[in-house]
């Protein structure tokens, strides 16, 4: 309903998009800045927060990882430790507990000084060892055999470790399988290292410090990147070390482009997309040269900032709708006047030159429907002049044109008996000047341009009568004409210059008697005049410009009895008629005129219908 009000009212609606404009544009403005400033302060806020909470982390996960690689500097820079290895298979039975009860005093001492250290291993080459917070004091303690059946030289950070010859062995969270009488029992995150004699420096047994993988964990879940976001620990290789997901560990970054920006050490926050959907992430470096990556969708880190644009847009439909409302109650008694003023210009435009709009004000409407109502008055008269003007305009030349055609008919009727009576044919000069006699009797009886087809084709065989006396030959006229079609009005001598050409142009020049045919239909929207001669045809250059008639005026090529023809036409039925000139040589022309139904000429008063 508003719209049909708004678009049927155009001034109504521009005075609207006036009135949104001024009071909207700044509220609109305003939104736009206060949108823009918002974004720009959550995102900030958020990537800070994010940046620093990350930072805080990293800090944290490198104090636990400093802490294992400062136990294993410890084992490793020891020369007692050093010593008891050496020393083990050399001595006493009685050497040999006491060496086993040191080292396993000292290892759990290291243990237990360490919040952080799930537990330490020492491993002779060939294989024995010791743990610290896992085994009793006994060389033979059962709980020994599990650390005694690992093989050594089998462990894949074994042979890391000795690749490293000395550097820290950083292997990704695991579950522990020597501790404990289960298969896995305990997740760490373990740090391997060769120990060597400082006196060669060659190799004498592996140690590995297990740092508490829960403890670990437990840091990573607590930090909270939206509602799926996720913080991990990589490699340098973009390998994934320690994540909340057990099975992804050991396994590199899936996604290529978040792969890209990890190994990219230039990059602290990047955004990517995963699955069609952006991703923002965030790194920080760890102290072993890993680093903590925290990923997450973008919409669930500006989810306040989606909020606040919904806010905003529903409050700026709100507004628009009251504006709306509000500018249509103001303008509707406005513009009423002038929606009146308009629907009396469409009546105009119409073609109602009789109405007067009846606005009645003082202001600038008011003054506008005085001045529109003495303007039809005017265009009024100045019409009825234009009519009257144009009336005997029309007059005029058709009495031209009909003056122009009677001439050219008696001069050729004429011209015959001038030819009979010199020709000391007088009894045929006579039946010819009777025949002229009665057709001009029969012509000058009726009153009027306009007769009807029946009084046409009268009309028409007295003049075939005439030119079969003067040329000495039979023109046979055969009707085809439909019985309501005889009391059509149409044009005196419409068809009367038709016959005419059909004969002197067609049938006289191949020296014998002729036929004409014409034929009258009347079909839904038309009207259709036939004749048809079996002359000599016309030639395809001349048929040309005949169907150009107006080419054919201008140029002067149009004989007087067709340019008759077409003058009528256009005179009455203007552009509802057509014509049309086929031809075949020797075998005969066919003019087609169509007229629109009914085929009365264009509406013309009795004046013009009385030239």
Known sequence: MIRTFLFSNRFVFKIILVFLFVILLPTFILSWAFNMQSESVVKTNVRENTIQTTKQTADSLSFIFNSGSDTSDFIFS????????????R????????????????????????????????????????????????????????LMRIRVSNQEWIKEAKQKDGELAWRGLQFDRLIGGGANTDLILPIGRVVKNFNDMNHIGFMQ??????????????????????????????????????????????????????????????????????????????????????TVPVYEITGQLDRLQTFILISS???????????????????????????????????????????RSNDEIGLMSQQFNSMLQEIEK??????????????????????????????????????????????????????????????????GSMITLEEE????????????????????????????AEKLVIP?????????????????????????????????NYTEFLVTDDGIGIREEKLKILNEPEKAKAKGEMGIGLLHVYDMLRFYYSDCSEWTVTSKL????????????????NSLDNKRRNV
């Open 209 to 294: 410090v297990n740092l508490n993988g829960h403890s670990i964990l437990n840091i990573l879940e607590q930090l909270k990147l939206g509602k799926t976001g996720r913080f991990f620990v990589v490699d340098q290789q973009g390998k994934i070390m320690i994540h909340p997901d057990l099975n992804l560990i050991n396994k590199s970054v899936e996604t290529p482009d978040l792969l890209k920006k990890i190994v990219d050490k230039d990059v602290v926050e990047f955004e990517y997309t995963l699955n069609g959907n952006p991703h923002y992430g965030v790194k920080q470096p760890l102290s072993n040269g890993w680093m903590i990556v925290g």
């Open 492 to 524: 005196r001598m419409l068809l009367q210059p038709l016959v005419e050409n059909a004969i002197f142009h067609g049938i006289i020049p191949k020296e014998t008697d002729g036929r004409i045919l014409i034929q009258v239909h009347t079909r839904d």
């Open 586 to 601: 020797g075998e005969g022309t066919t003019v087609c005129i169509l007229l629109g139904n009914p085929a009365i000429p």
């Open 382 to 447: 100045l019409m009825h002049k234009v009519n009257e003007e144009q009336d005997q305009k029309l007059q005029a030349e058709l009495r031209a044109v009909m003056h122009r055609i009677h001439p050219h008919f008696l001069l050729n009727t004429l011209n015959m008996l001038w030819w009979s009576i010199k020709s000391n044919q007088n009894d045929r000069a006579a039946l010819s000047l009777k025949s002229l006699i009665r057709l001009l009797e029969a012509h000058m009886g009726k009153s």
């Open 91 to 146: 001595s006493s039975a009685e050497e040999q507990r006491r060496i086993f009860q040191y080292m396993n005093n000292t290892l759990n001492q290291i243990v237990y000084s360490n919040s952080f250290v799930k537990n330490v291993y020492v491993w002779k080459e060939e294989g024995s060892g010791w743990g610290g917070s896992t085994f009793s004091p006994y060389m033979y303690h059962p709980s020994m055999y599990k």
């Open 317 to 359: 439909g709100v507004l628009i709708m009251l504006s709306i409302g509000i500018g249509l109650l103001m303008v509707s008694r406005i513009t009423k006047p002038i929606k009146q003023l308009t629907l009396d210009m469409r009546k105009v435009k119409n073609g109602d030159l009789k109405v007067r709009t009846n606005v």
């Open 457 to 484: 084709i009268d009309f028409l065989r007295k003049y075939i009568t005439i030119l079969e006396l003067r040329y000495e030959k039979t023109f046979k006229l055969d009707l085809e004409v439909e019985p309501e």
């Open 78 to 89: 020891n020369t007692d430790i050093q010593k008891a290895i050496m020393n083990m298979n």
